[in-house]
């Protein structure tokens, strides 16, 4: 496929199917995940797979935002194994890490038929408190996986774009 048309064509799926997703497909989705270009490729993301009823419940406590999908997965990294600057005290890449990963995964879902959706609407330090995380793993987000219920179509908002020269500067 594509690229660009992969990129236009996916987006947030807010309503699952209970059909769950392959295995083959899922380690598909994770290996995204693990060949993404991280900070002095340091690798500090950690990717919790959440399948079970007992995770998927604590997931639904966290956030109204699972939308009934069979997986979801908490992406975090360790703050103790990321690349942190020299020039700017305090900063690392870790989320930026995440993210990154985040959408290779989200793109290799979509592109296997599955939808994603990205959610920010949690309580980190809750998150890590309620599936034990050790203080060095911090959560970034959770990603709802599964294939989209019927009738899902995108947000009103989806194809709408600011102009370039809002976004794009030469210098």
Request: some cysteine.
């Given at each position: 496929?594509?690229?660009?048309?992969?990129?236009?064509?996916?987006f947030s799926v807010r309503?699952?199917?209970?059909?769950?997703?392959?295995?083959?497909?899922?380690?598909?989705?994770?290996?995204?995940?693990?060949?993404?270009?991280?900070?002095?490729?340091?690798?500090?993301?950690?990717?919790?797979?959440?399948?079970?009823e007992d995770s998927l419940k604590?997931?639904?406590?966290?956030?109204?935002?699972?939308?009934?999908?069979?997986?979801?997965?908490?992406?975090?990294?360790?703050?103790?194994?990321?690349?942190?600057?020299?020039?700017?005290?305090?900063?690392?890449?870790?989320?930026?890490?995440?993210?990154?990963?985040?959408?290779?995964?989200?793109?290799?879902?979509?592109?296997?038929?599955?939808?994603?959706?990205?959610?920010?609407?949690?309580?980190?330090?809750?998150?890590?408190?309620?599936?034990?995380?050790?203080?060095?793993?911090?959560?970034?987000?959770?990603?709802?996986?599964?294939?989209?219920?019927?009738?899902?179509?995108?947000?009103?908002?989806?194809?709408?774009?600011?102009?370039?020269?809002?976004?794009?500067?030469?210098?």
């Amino acid at each position: 496929m594509d690229f660009l048309k992969l990129a236009k064509d996916r987006f947030s799926v807010r309503a699952f199917s209970d059909k769950a997703i392959e295995q083959k497909k899922l380690d598909k989705i994770i290996e995204a995940g693990m060949v993404a270009p991280t900070a002095a490729n340091l690798q500090p993301v950690r990717i919790y797979v959440m399948k079970s009823e007992d995770s998927l419940k604590k997931m639904n406590a966290l956030t109204r935002c699972i939308f009934g999908a069979p997986v979801a997965l908490l992406v975090c990294y360790n703050e103790e194994e990321a690349w942190h600057s020299p020039y700017n005290e305090g900063y690392d890449a870790g989320e930026m890490d995440a993210s990154i990963v985040l959408t290779h995964m989200m793109l290799e879902a979509w592109d296997l038929g599955i939808g994603s959706c990205w959610v920010g609407l949690f309580n980190h330090d809750e998150a890590a408190k309620v599936f034990g995380l050790p203080a060095e793993i911090k959560p970034v987000a959770i990603m709802p996986l599964g294939y989209a219920a019927g009738g899902t179509k995108p947000s009103p908002m989806h194809s709408t774009f600011r102009d370039k020269s809002e976004l794009v500067t030469e210098m």
